[in-house]
C-alpha cells in the first residue's frame, strides 16, 4: 500500500527538519520546503494527501500560499501553523479554506491526530465520489437491457421526461423494472448530483408513514422523543421516488398534494413551513383509475401526479427481451458466484423462453440466480431449473400417453391425472405428492413410471 504523502512548508529549519523526521519514522512520506513558492510548485508537479503551512514565510506568506493552492488545487487539504495562535488568525485561515491549525510549539500527537482524520476524510470522500460514479454508470440507459420495440418506446420517453422537471409516475406490473426506470430518471435529470431518497409507502405502517415523509418535532405523539427529518427535506434540491403509490392513506394524500401544489409541509407536532425543492416520482402496480372511483385516491391528487406516465409492460409483451436478459444474468451471477458458466443447453433455453413469468423481469432474474448456483458444470441445463419450468407452467403439459374410452382405462386417466396434479402442485417433491396422495412414495413412483409420467 502506498504511503500516505505529506507536503510541509516551514521556513524555520530546525522546526522543518523536526516535523519531516517524525513524520517520516511515522510511516508517511514527505516532501519538506522552505517557502510558500516552492509548496505551489511541488504541489504542481505531484501528488499529496495534505498539506501543512507556516502562518509566517518569506516572500508568500501562509495567508497568500493558501489562497493560490485554493484555485488551482481546491481539492487538496491544507492545515495551518502557527506562532501567532490568536482567534484572528485561526478565523482568518478558515475563512480562507484551511482545514484545520495548529499553535506551535507543534504537539506532536495533535498532528499526527489531525493527520487521521484528514485521511479518513479523504478516503470518505473519495469512496462517495467512485459510489457516485458507479450508480450513475450503473443507471444510465444504455445499462437497461433491452430490445423490444414496446421497451424502446419506453425508453425515448424516458430520455425526454428525464432532464425536465415534471412530475412521473410508473406504472407496471411487480417486478417489471419500476425502481430501476426511476433510478434512470434521476441520473439522467439536472439533480443527479443532489440526494435521490426512496421509499416504499407499502412497507411502512400507516401509522409512521407521515412522520416518516415529513418527520416530526419531539413530543408530537407518544414515543416521539426528538426531532426526527423527514424524507422531503432529506431530498431537498434532489428527487424522491415514492414506491407503491397507490397504498399511501388518506391523510397522507392530502399532505403530498400540498407539496406538489405549495411546495412546503409541516413536520408532525410544528406549524412551521417548511419549504421543499423536490422533484416527485411516483410508482404503483395498482388500477388508480379504479382507486379513484372507489373514493381510495384523491382525483386531485390524480392528475398532480399523472403529468407524464410511463407504462412498463409486462415481460410476457416483451418476449424479445428475455435472451438479453438471461444472458445479461447468467454473467453477473456467474461472476458473482465466482463460476465459469458460459451458456444454457438448448433445452433449458427453450423453457425459459417459452415460460410466461408472472414474476417478470423480477422472477427471471431469480430463477437465473439459484440457476447459476445450483449449477455444476459450464452450461446450465434443465436439472437446475425449478420443477415448474420443467414441462412448462401448466400441469396439462405433462407427457401423458394417449387416452381410450373402457373403464378400466378410464379409471387409470383418473389416477394419471391425480397423480400430474399432485406432483405440479408440490414442485415435483414426490414425497409430499405421495402424501397428498395417501400413497407411499414407492407406490407413487411405481404409478409414475407405469402411466409413463416423467420428470427432466
Same mark, same amino acid.
Given at each position: ?37 516552492? %509548496?505551489?510548485?511541488?504541489?504542481? %508537479? ?24 485554493? &484555485?488551482?488545487? !481546491? ?15 485561526? #478565523? ?75 412530475? #412521473? ?5 411487480? $417486478?417489471? $423494472? ?35 415523509? =415529513? ?5 408530537? =405523539? ?8 423527514? *424524507? ?16 399511501? !392513506? ?35 402496480? *395498482? ?7 372507489? $373514493? ?74 439459484? %440457476? ?14 425449478? =420443477?415448474?419450468?420443467?414441462? $412448462? ?22 389416477? *394419471? ?14 414425497? &409430499? ?24
Amino acid at each position: 500500500m502506498e504511503k500516505p504523502r505529506i507536503l510541509i512548508a516551514e521556513d524555520e529549519k530546525s522546526q522543518r527538519e523536526l516535523l519531516e523526521g517524525f513524520l517520516k519514522k511515522e510511516g508517511f512520506s514527505v516532501e519538506a520546503v522552505s517557502n510558500g513558492r516552492q %509548496a505551489i510548485e511541488k504541489i504542481g %508537479a505531484d501528488f499529496f494527501d495534505i498539506a501543512f503551512l507556516d502562518y509566517k514565510m518569506p516572500e508568500l506568506d501562509g495567508l497568500q500560499t493558501l489562497r493560490e493552492m485554493r &484555485k488551482r488545487f !481546491p481539492d487538496l487539504p491544507v492545515v495551518m501553523m502557527t506562532a501567532y495562535g490568536t482567534v484572528e488568525t485561526a #478565523v482568518a485561515s478558515m475563512k480562507e479554506g484551511a482545514l484545520d491549525y495548529l499553535t506551535k510549539p507543534i504537539d506532536l500527537d495533535e498532528l499526527l491526530l489531525i493527520i487521521r482524520k484528514v485521511l479518513e476524510r479523504s478516503t470518505l470522500i473519495r469512496e462517495n465520489r467512485e459510489l457516485k460514479a458507479r450508480l450513475q454508470e450503473r443507471y444510465t440507459f444504455q445499462n437497461i437491457i433491452y430490445g423490444s420495440p414496446k421497451m424502446e418506446e419506453v425508453m425515448g420517453l424516458i430520455a425526454r421526461v428525464a432532464p425536465s422537471q415534471a412530475t #412521473v409516475l410508473i406504472r407496471g406490473e411487480s $417486478g417489471t $423494472g419500476k425502481e430501476l426506470i426511476a433510478n434512470a430518471i434521476h441520473y439522467a435529470s439536472a439533480r443527479s448530483e443532489k440526494p435521490f431518497v426512496k421509499v416504499s409507502c407499502a412497507a411502512i405502517p400507516e401509522t409512521l408513514l407521515e412522520s416518516e415523509l =415529513f418527520g416530526h418535532e419531539k413530543g408530537a =405523539f407518544t414515543g416521539a422523543v426528538q426531532k426526527r427529518i423527514g *424524507r422531503f427535506e432529506e431530498a431537498d434540491s434532489g428527487t424522491i421516488f415514492l414506491d407503491e403509490i397507490g397504498e399511501l !392513506p388518506p391523510s397522507t394524500q392530502v399532505k403530498l398534494l400540498r407539496i406538489l401544489q405549495e411546495k412546503e409541509f409541516q413536520r408532525l407536532g410544528s406549524n412551521l413551513n417548511l419549504k421543499t425543492d423536490v422533484r416527485v416520482i411516483t410508482a404503483t402496480h *395498482r388500477n388508480l383509475e379504479e382507486a379513484m372511483k372507489k $373514493g381510495f385516491f384523491r382525483e386531485d391528487l390524480y392528475y398532480r401526479l399523472n403529468v407524464i406516465s410511463i407504462h412498463l409492460p409486462p415481460l410476457r409483451e416483451r418476449k424479445e427481451d428475455i435472451p438479453l436478459l438471461i444472458d445479461h444474468f447468467l454473467k453477473k451471477y456467474s461472476e458473482l458466484n465466482r463460476k465459469k458458466i458460459h451458456d444454457l443447453s438448448k433445452e433449458a433455453r427453450t423453457l425459459l423462453l417459452r415460460y410466461s413469468y408472472p414474476g417478470n423481469v423480477r422472477e427471471l432474474e431469480n430463477l437465473m440466480e439459484r %440457476a447459476v448456483v445450483l449449477c455444476r458444470g459450464e452450461i446450465i441445463t434443465t436439472q437446475d431449473l425449478p =420443477f415448474h419450468l420443467q414441462e $412448462g407452467a401448466s400441469e396439462k403439459q405433462w407427457e401423458i400417453p394417449g387416452k381410450t374410452k373402457t373403464l378400466p382405462d378410464s379409471l387409470e386417466e383418473i389416477e *394419471r391425472d391425480l397423480i400430474v396434479k399432485a406432483l405440479y402442485q408440490h414442485q415435483g417433491v414426490q414425497t &409430499k405428492a405421495a402424501e397428498s396422495l395417501g400413497i407411499s412414495e414407492r407406490v407413487l413412483r411405481y404409478k409414475m413410471k407405469k402411466y409413463g409420467i416423467r420428470q427432466s
